[in-house]
Nanobody, 117 residues
Framework: QVQLVESGGGLVQAGGSLRLSCASSVSIFNINTMGWYRQAPGKQRELVASITSGGSTNYADSVKGRFTISKDNAKNTVYLQMNSLKPEDTADYYC???????????WGQGTQVTVSS
């Protein structure tokens, strides 16, 4: 089992920044890929950014150049730095992880991000 705990969400004005954190209960050395997803009201959950154990990153086109995913192996934590936030970034943000031994993803409880115009 893997427990993931997100934090860092909140209310911010357009153009502002937030940093989300996702703390893992297991060493992220044992996790192939960690990702941030988001789900806005009435919309499907979508991948925002992901990072592999080797450090390769992937971003949704809508956030490229504004968001940065990173990790701190010593703290077993993955971050999502969000800059130049837009109202359309408003959503619940979830952290997901796929351990090397698992055949499914594990999910956090989510953290809400609201960007006001």
């Amino acid at each position: 089992q893997v427990q993931l705990v997100e934090s860092g969400g909140g209310l911010v004005q357009a153009g502002g920044s937030l940093r989300l954190s996702c703390a893992s209960s297991v060493s992220i050395f044992n996790i192939n890929t960690m990702g941030w997803y988001r789900q806005a009201p009435g919309k499907q959950r979508e991948l925002v950014a992901s990072i592999t154990s080797g450090g390769s990153t992937n971003y949704a086109d809508s956030v490229k150049g504004r968001f940065t995913i990173s990790k701190d192996n010593a703290k077993n934590t993955v971050y999502l730095q969000m800059n130049s936030l837009k109202p359309e970034d408003t959503a619940d943000y979830y952290c997901a992880a796929r351990p090397i031994w698992a055949s499914r993803d594990f999910w956090g409880q989510g953290t809400q991000v609201t960007v006001s115009s």
